[in-house]
């Protein structure tokens, strides 16, 4: 059901992945008055297309989250077109298994630049808008790696545990301002990849508690909520959504 729009304009990084495109859609029909902003790397064609579905709300823009100049360009995009930016989901993200004893070097610092350092780069772009619009949401996409590690993810399970510090230590230090900051980790998540291994799904789906996988639907509701006004005094939180791996 449509809703009077809480914000004006959301950022969603990886875009043209399962989570972020269902994180887009739910801000796009959940609030008629917000614009999104698609930010993608190389892969956009089902951002482009959710873009094209949503015309004059929904705007695909280029975004390289490991690049401080590129973000900078974004947000200064974003804030001259809808004077202001109310919410940033940092969604980008990039795994690379291997166990640690044959992990190339290259492998570690890619996945610690693209889940870290970009969620980093990412809430250091837009804290200054927000804070001098005294209203802001971050919401930054971790993982279950982060809580329960798991074997051959090392570099995987220690950035976005990162992530879950950073969220709680930039929390306190903009919550004066009224800028939230929680972390979501989500567990199994159904992708287009993934649906097209029956067998795989099922195999999964037998590690989890509720026997299936999460739909990226219910994490963007997640994002909804911790998005809207409702959130207001939530900040600094961990929210699993694993179907009670843990």
């Given at each position: 059901m449509n809703e009077p729009s809480p914000v004006s304009s959301v950022l969603v990084t990886g875009a043209n992945g399962s989570i972020g495109l269902a994180c887009a859609r739910m801000f796009l029909q959940s609030w008629p008055g917000a614009r999104v902003y698609l930010g993608c790397r190389a892969a956009r064609v089902q951002a482009a297309?959710?873009?094209?579905?949503?015309?004059?709300?929904?705007?695909?823009?280029s975004l390289e989250v490991t690049d401080a100049e590129s973000w900078a360009a974004v947000v200064?995009?974003?804030?001259?077109?809808?004077?202001?930016?109310?919410?940033?989901?940092?969604?980008?993200?990039?795994?690379?298994?291997?166990?640690?004893?044959?992990?190339?070097?290259?492998?570690?610092?890619?996945?610690?630049?693209?889940?870290?350092?970009?969620t980093f780069l990412g809430c250091r772009a837009v804290v200054r808008t927000m804070l001098a619009q005294r209203h802001g949401r971050i919401i930054n996409i971790a993982s279950l790696s982060a809580l329960l590690a798991p074997a051959g993810q090392t570099n995987y399970a220690a950035a976005k545990a990162g992530v879950v510090a950073l969220t709680q230590a930039l929390a306190k230090e903009v919550a004066r301002a009224g800028i939230t900051v929680n972390a979501l980790c989500p567990g199994y998540v159904m992708t287009a990849a993934l649906a097209?291994?029956?067998?795989?799904?099922?195999?999964?789906?037998?590690?989890?508690?509720?026997?299936?996988?999460?739909?990226?639907?219910?994490v963007a509701a997640a994002v909804r909520y911790l998005a809207g006004p409702d959130a207001a005094y939530t900040t600094g939180a961990v929210l699993k959504l694993d179907g009670g791996i843990f």
């Open positions: 297309e959710l873009a094209a579905e949503f015309a004059g709300r929904c705007e695909l823009v200064q995009r974003i804030v001259a077109a809808s004077g202001r930016l109310d919410v940033l989901v940092n969604n980008a993200g990039q795994h690379r298994d291997a166990l640690l004893a044959t992990m190339p070097l290259e492998d570690w610092h890619a996945v610690l630049a693209t889940n870290l350092t970009g097209q291994d029956p067998a795989q799904v099922a195999e999964l789906a037998k590690r989890v508690p509720a026997r299936r996988l999460g739909r990226p639907e219910e």
